[in-house]
């Protein structure tokens, strides 16, 4: 991240109203083409990365508008059979990816099965199968999905194989081209039970090699805690056929949370994030590890401590103060930087529940209380030392919505990181811009006043080209889309 503040304005541009889908209330910008760009809607939340098979009752309904923001066509995605289910969709170079699976009950196999969308939401071409697996059941708390490579010339097919009886696991790798021609096929193990290990990222390379991270804990109980757990990097380099399987530990140090990168310009996995001092899980300093891709070397975890200054910085945190170090912090990204270090990108949210009995109507009521506070950035150089640190205040608070309009959007460009978020979850909000350039230094601006009665919908928006987000958003109570050019 290099460059200075903008001397010039933003563009912004709003679509005509969009017709509101009672059917299909969750949307979610996926990708485009050349032309225009996809929004995939559903009847229950996009908001997590990979609920994606879901449950039996999740449908999904496909739309494609112009760059100007003009709907071109839509339609309903309908599964090939009644007993396919949708694994994932993706908008793959261009292109709209669905891929499903069924069950053969006689030889109790899984079959998965790839093909593209053109028009009106139609089928292209046969299905074309690409793997199969004998097991009784599919993790459900892991579905199987693609992951694209950064320039979208390949994609991996990935899920996770458990046994019956949850002993030995291991997780199938399938890369395969646009035009769906296998490139490889490789089972990475896990030398541990399948409830002991939990994957958290995945990343696939610029040269095809594949990673998960992931914790493992030490026993049955799943307890995230200093002695009880760590983090581990599973991985098949394709060039070499080779496995990897490493720990990522630090002596005396509990790493809380950690993310997964590929630095493909220098050829390097990075995996980084916060670690803590004491027992308990909070967050006192952040750490880097770098791995060459090539040479798969083991290199040491680098560390550093937050500043006090910095810690105070993040005192509009309620539940941070008077800790002296940081709570609720989960980390969003990385950053790459050009020399191989990194930026960490994080936001704090925790999430309350109350349940009472209504007299009125006889039955125990619970509601969900959802708090997203201030977003880190935190820039590492290659040696594991903070290049500089800011915070971008911000406070957000709402009642069973899953959070709909809280956190906030991330647009990187021309060396400047933009966060784009609602001030409050009520309709009499504005809506902030907040800018981080390359040396850290911040300054948050008013986009929408409350005036205007803009609400962004945050999560569903998306950066489409180096300059371009496309952002849904309510405007006097009513639905666009708008287009921010930076």
Same mark, same amino acid.
């Given at each position: ?9 933003? =563009? ?37 990365? &990979?609920? &994606? ?12 508008? @112009? ?21 994932? %969709? ?69 899920? +996770? ?23 490889? /096929?490789?089972? %990475? ?17 610029? /040269?095809?090699?594949?990673?998960? $991270? ?97 810690? &105070? ?33 994080? =936001? ?5 529940? &109350? ?8 039955? @125990? ?10 977003? $880190? ?9 903070? @290049? ?17 309009? @809280? ?35 911040? +300054? ?8 205007? +009665?803009?609400? %962004? ?8 080209? =180096?300059?371009?987000?496309? $952002? ?10 708008? +287009? %921010?050019?930076?």
């Amino acid at each position: 991240m290099i460059g200075a503040f903008p001397g010039f304005g933003r =563009e912004i541009k709003w679509s005509p109203t969009l017709p509101e889908n009672p059917k299909f209330p969750y949307l979610k910008i996926i990708g485009g083409d050349d032309e225009g760009f996809f929004v995939l809607r559903s009847n229950i939340s996009l908001d997590t990365d &990979r609920d &994606r098979a879901g449950l039996r009752s999740r449908k999904y309904f496909l739309q494609y508008f @112009s760059m100007e923001m003009a709907l071109r066509w839509e339609g309903e995605l309908n599964a090939q059979s009644d007993d396919t289910r949708f694994a994932d %969709i993706k908008v793959v170079n261009g292109r709209v990816l669905v891929v499903s699976y069924g069950q053969d009950k006689s030889t109790r196999q899984f079959r998965f099965y790839a093909q593209y969308l053109g028009t009106g939401a139609a089928y292209i071409g046969t299905p074309v199968l690409i793997d199969t697996v004998a097991v009784s059941r599919l993790d459900e708390d892991n579905k199987p999905g693609i992951l694209l490579n950064r320039d979208e010339s390949q994609f991996v097919f990935t899920y +996770r194989k458990v046994p019956s009886d949850g002993s030995r696991q291991s997780f199938e790798a399938v890369l395969l081209d646009t035009a769906l021609s296998l490139l490889y /096929r490789k089972e %990475i193990p896990v030398d541990t039970e399948q409830p002991r290990f939990s994957p958290l990222r995945y990343v696939l390379t610029e /040269r095809g090699n594949f990673y998960i $991270l992931g914790i493992e804990f030490l026993t049955d109980k799943k307890v995230k805690a200093p002695g009880e757990s760590y983090y581990r990097l599973l991985g098949y380099q394709h060039s070499g056929d080779r496995l990897v399987n490493q720990e990522i530990k630090v002596q005396d140090r509990f790493l809380t949370d950690v993310s997964l990168a590929a630095d493909n310009r220098n050829n390097r996995i990075v995996v980084a994030g916060f670690y803590s001092d004491k027992t308990n899980y909070t967050t006192s300093g952040v750490f880097y590890y770098g791995l060459e891709e090539d040479a798969l070397a083991t290199t040491r975890v680098l560390t550093a401590p937050f500043s006090q200054e910095f810690v &105070r910085k993040t005192s509009g945190d309620r539940r941070d103060r008077g800790s002296g170090e940081l709570v609720n912090y989960s980390i969003d990204r990385i950053i790459l930087r050009n020399d191989g270090g990194a930026v960490i990108v994080a =936001e704090s949210f925790y999430q309350t529940t &109350r349940t009472y009995w209504d007299f009125y109507m006889q039955a @125990s009521v619970t509601h969900y209380y959802y708090h997203f506070g201030n977003i $880190l950035l935190i820039s590492m150089d290659p040696a594991g030392s903070i @290049s500089w640190s800011n915070v971008v205040q911000k406070d957000q608070n709402s009642i069973d919505d899953s959070g709909y309009y @809280s956190s906030y959007c991330s647009v990187v460009s021309n060396g400047m990181q933009y966060s784009l978020f609602n001030k409050y979850i009520d309709d009499d909000s504005s809506v902030l811009l907040s800018i981080v350039d390359g040396k850290g230094a911040q +300054r948050t601006e008013t986009l929408f006043n409350e005036v205007e +009665r803009v609400a %962004i919908i945050p999560r569903s928006g998306k950066q489409v080209d =180096e300059e371009t987000l496309l $952002l849904p958003a309510y405007r006097q109570n009513k639905l666009y889309f708008v +287009r %921010i050019t930076f």
